[in-house]
């Protein structure tokens, strides 16, 4: 089954929910308030997304990138994606790209990350050792 193959072996954990919580807030908060949402650009932000936590992450590449990420330590993440986010800060300040967009895209993506959240929820049946 394909599904087997994109969701991790064991069940999510605390902090995956409360991710997926904080998801579901703040979606409404930043895709919410806009007056106009590019569908599209949402809909490329939630394909984008799916492709990215399900057959790109298990891939070959995808693994390969999994376990140096995890061997550079907590100190090694934090700096990566702190350095990523002032990356996406600067070009987002060089170029003229309309918030809505960049909203509509990211709320995508952050869609795609709850429902990718919650099959994994579904299909493992069981949060980190609680059982239903």
Not at 47 to 63: C, F, K, Q
Not at 80 to 87: D, E, H, Q
């Amino acid at each position: 089954m394909v599904l087997r193959r994109w969701l991790p072996e064991s069940p999510p954990t605390w902090t995956d929910i409360l991710i997926g919580l904080l998801i579901l807030v703040w979606i409404p908060l930043n895709v919410g308030y806009l007056q106009t949402i590019y569908w599209g650009w949402l809909l490329f932000g939630s394909v984008i997304g799916l492709v990215s936590v399900g057959p790109l992450t298990n891939s070959p590449i995808g693994e390969q990138v999994g376990t140096w990420f995890r061997k550079i330590g907590v100190l090694g993440r934090a700096i990566s994606i702190l350095s990523f986010a002032v990356v996406v800060w600067i070009i987002i300040g060089q170029v003229n790209i309309p918030s809505e967009i960049v909203t509509s895209v990211v709320g995508g993506f952050m869609i795609s990350l709850f429902l990718y959240l919650l099959l994994h929820l579904l299909y493992s049946g069981e949060i980190s050792g609680w059982k239903r």
